[in-house]
């Protein structure tokens, strides 16, 4: 299993782009990148998944460079509610995975 | 659509007492996984349901664990004698898939249950 590494926590205000990355550099050939959102007192939520390039969704953009050994999750304008704790997880395609969870980036918008 | 219910949401119990911690999954969801979060650790993987067995349980910490999921459907986690140590929040997920890659990764979480032994 790829170790993720990710800052610790991040602040930003309303309004802001927050960009978040990943390090994975033993991610294998044939692993996925993905991210999960924790609220407090929930469980996480799946944010978005990407293999290369880029993926966007209604939440979020995912930026995964040629060599994939890092992404970054950028979340556009972000608002008070964006407060959480995100996961950069690393998984295969093969078999049955679990999710592997590592400290997280506890993000924290202010007004 | 109804999410995933774990049952109760906060449980506080004496040290060698019995909790049974429950969760319902995303009705037609084959398969249902526990995690827990110990205090100041990472979330970490205890089993893996299919349907009604057991496809991994390689993260149970002991055998004072216990899992079941009869009937395939809601599955409970049973801690007996509990310890302070099992002191943290359980979470349940279930996926309609198997969570490979390639977009059938996406797991739905449940609120957890916080467990407290004193």
């Known amino acids: 299993l790829a170790k993720t590494t990710q800052p610790i926590s991040m602040d930003s205000y309303e309004g802001q782009e927050v960009n978040i990355t990943c390090s994975h550099n033993n991610i294998a050939t044939n692993d996925y990148i993905t991210w999960y959102q924790q609220f407090p007192s929930q469980g996480p939520r799946f944010i978005i998944q990407g293999y290369k390039t880029k993926v966007t969704n209604e939440v979020a953009s995912l930026f995964i460079p040629a060599d994939r050994k890092s992404s970054t999750l950028s979340l556009p304008r972000v608002s008070l509610s964006d407060t959480a704790v995100y996961y950069c997880l690393v998984e295969g395609n093969t078999g049955f995975q679990k999710l592997v969870f590592g400290t997280g980036t506890r993000l924290l918008v202010s007004p | 659509e109804a999410g995933v219910t774990q049952f109760p949401s906060h449980s506080v119990i004496e040290k060698g007492q019995t909790v049974t911690l429950r969760c319902d999954p995303i009705?037609?969801?084959?398969?249902l996984y526990w995690y827990r979060r110990v205090m100041g650790k990472e979330i970490k993987f205890l089993l893996h349901?299919?349907?009604?067995?057991?496809?991994?349980e390689s993260g149970m910490p002991n055998n004072r664990f216990l899992a079941e999921r009869t009937g395939g459907t809601y599955s409970t986690l049973k801690v007996q004698p509990a310890e302070l140590e099992d002191s943290g929040v359980y979470f349940c997920?279930?996926?309609?898939?198997?969570?490979?890659?390639?977009?059938?990764?996406?797991?739905?979480f449940g609120q957890g249950t916080r467990l407290t032994v004193v």
């Open positions: 009705s037609g969801h084959d398969n």
């Open positions: 997920a279930s996926s309609l898939f198997a969570l490979t890659g390639a977009g059938n990764t996406e797991a739905f």
């Open positions: 349901f299919v349907k009604e067995s057991k496809q991994d």
